[in-house]
């Protein structure tokens, strides 16, 4: 069975410090990726995903993740953290084509001033 | 409407009670989930929804839980004789069903006593 395991539940980072959010993920099959943010009282807005092609991706916000087949995992970075990216981030995975999302169980980022 | 939408956003009731929470999926979407999100833990599938086939019901934890999704869009999830380990954030979100990426609603947060 898939699993997705996020190591770090918790991640406190200064402003304008980098981070890394990890994720890895378990499948022998061909997977689509993703990630999702969940401000405070909110509910979850698709950050990025990785479906095929460039092994890099990109969000709007810049954010970014790379897909490593190899290690199996997709890990979440952005070079300069702000106040207002304080929230939960969870990885999630799916077999190519069907519709079940196997959700982790999310790393709460704290950024601090 | 632009998003997902769901009622009511917090719903406290007694133990032993029926609620129901409505969701109201992007327009053209085929695709209809629900999710349950606990205190300090991941989101867990409850029921998937595509078009006219029969739903996955493979999630729901117990037969007090049922769904249902009228005329392919609104969707009600039903919790009979509610305990109060039901008390959670309960997600529905939407997607055109081909897997790729699901549109969340802001939840319902319900709150057993």
């Known amino acids: 069975a898939q699993s997705v395991t996020q190591l770090d539940s918790q991640v406190p980072v200064f402003e304008e410090a980098p981070v890394e959010l990890r994720c890895n993920y378990s499948s022998s099959v061909s997977v689509y990726l993703f990630w999702y943010v969940q401000y405070p009282n909110q509910g979850l807005q698709l950050l990025l995903k990785y479906l095929s092609g460039s092994t890099l991706v990109e969000s709007i916000n810049g954010f970014e993740a790379e897909f490593n087949k190899s290690q199996t995992s997709f890990h979440l970075r952005k070079p300069s953290v702000h106040i207002s990216d304080t929230a939960e981030y969870f990885c999630a995975v799916t077999k190519g084509g069907t519709y079940k999302y196997i959700f982790g169980t999310g790393t709460r980022l704290k950024v601090l001033a | 409407g632009a998003g997902v939408s769901q009622s009511p956003s917090n719903k406290v009731t007694e133990k032993g009670k029926d609620v129901e929470l409505r969701c109201d999926p992007i327009?053209?979407?085929?695709?209809l989930y629900w999710y349950r999100q606990s205190l300090g833990q991941g989101l867990e599938f409850l029921i998937y929804?595509?078009?006219?086939?029969?739903?996955?019901k493979s999630g729901l934890p117990s037969d007090r839980f049922s769904a249902e999704r009228t005329g392919g869009s609104v969707s009600t999830l039903t919790i009979q004789r509610t305990q109060q380990e039901d008390s959670a954030v309960y997600l529905c979100a939407s997607s055109l069903g081909d897997g790729r990426e699901q549109y969340f609603g802001p939840g319902t947060r319900l709150t057993v006593t």
């Open positions: 327009s053209g979407h085929t695709a």
């Open positions: 929804f595509q078009g006219n086939s029969a739903p996955d």
